[in-house]
């Protein structure tokens, strides 16, 4: 059984929150972690880029002088890649760098990277924090007081703009719904913060398919 420490807003520790390994997967697998990140990098990519080859541009198909008999290098079209205003050789095309990774594994990948942070002591909760307003200044007080100024992922129940407006603007800091966390927004920060709730609401939604799981496997 792993505990995760909680603090509040002052950064003193007031406790600890268990969570069985068990369900995050029991051991980390670092080749799921890597195909999880560059699955989740490769979908961000455009692949917009595009050049133009020697049929995309303007020009004349006929041969500029005849092949033998000038005292000259053989030359082709005037769209050929080695003169001015030629197309590129091997130009690029529109293409898609999309990966699919199967839901299961996808979840898997999250949880194991949770437990990558717990396992590091870079995983934490926040308890009691109650803004009002948005407050920049308050909010990055907070992560320095817990050592996440470095970097961190906020995780939060459900969408909250006020934390959100709060941490938005304080560099390396993300804050996400906790439904919505996926193992490359995890593993791209130093630290791993909860909310109480929002970690309550993570635990219970991965005890809950674990049994629904064992149930189906039954």
């Known amino acids: 059984m792993l505990s995760v420490p909680v603090y509040n807003e002052q950064g003193e520790q007031v406790g600890t929150e268990p969570i069985d390994e068990t369900l995050l997967g029991g051991k980390v697998n670092p080749a799921l972690l ?5 699955m989740y990098d490769a979908n961000r990519r455009q692949g917009t880029a595009a050049t133009k080859g020697r049929g995309d541009v303007a020009g004349s198909t006929r041969k500029i002088y005849r092949q033998k008999g000038t005292g000259r290098a053989r030359m082709g079209t005037v769209r050929t890649c080695i003169r001015r205003g030629g197309g590129v050789a091997f130009a690029k095309r529109p293409r898609s760098f999309r990966q699919a990774m199967p839901k299961q594994m996808r979840r898997l990948a999250r949880n194991q990277a ?3 942070k717990i396992q590091s002591d870079d995983a934490l909760i926040v308890d009691g924090l109650m803004f009002e307003a948005p407050k920049t200044a308050r909010f990055a007080a907070l992560l320095a007081k817990v050592h996440a100024d470095r970097g961190c992922v906020f995780a939060t129940a459900g969408v909250d703009l006020v934390l959100y407006k709060s941490g938005r603007n304080i560099p390396r800091t993300e804050i996400r719904n906790v ?9 791209s920060r130093r630290k791993l913060i909860f909310t109480r709730a929002a970690f309550a609401t993570f635990r219970d939604t991965v005890s809950s398919r674990r049994g629904a799981g064992a149930e189906a496997g039954a």
């Open 34 to 38: 890597k195909q999880a990140v560059v």
């Open 179 to 187: 439904a919505e966390l996926n193992a490359r927004d995890i593993l």
């Open 114 to 116: 949770v437990l990558a």
